[in-house]
């Protein structure tokens, strides 16, 4: 994937070493909102580990991304392996602290 960038957005998967977390969204509904809380929670104590990539489904560049990531719909949540092409996980629907904290460790840690 190597660094696309959507140029009205700017969202991209980065080339730093670190893994990425992506979150496809949809302003205003519920679901969006209990996930988007849980992601903010813990993305202050977990951004120097994975790198943060918010979507929004009403945005076509953002959707153009998602697609290419296999993200469908939304709320959804996939990790992208540190090499930046590689999809480690997605996960669907609603999550709660302790499912994303997984999420999270099994993609900063692949091996353990």
Partial sequence: ???KK???TGAFIPQNGLPTLVFNSAVGWMSCKQVR???DGLRYDTQSQINYVILDVAN???QELARELGILGFPRICTIDADGATVLER???PIDVDVLTQIIAEAVEPNS
């Fill in 1 to 3: 994937m190597s660094d």
């Fill in 6 to 8: 959507i140029d009205r």
């Fill in 60 to 62: 076509k560049e953002d």
């Fill in 91 to 93: 996960h669907a629907g």
């Fill in 37 to 39: 809380s849980v992601v």
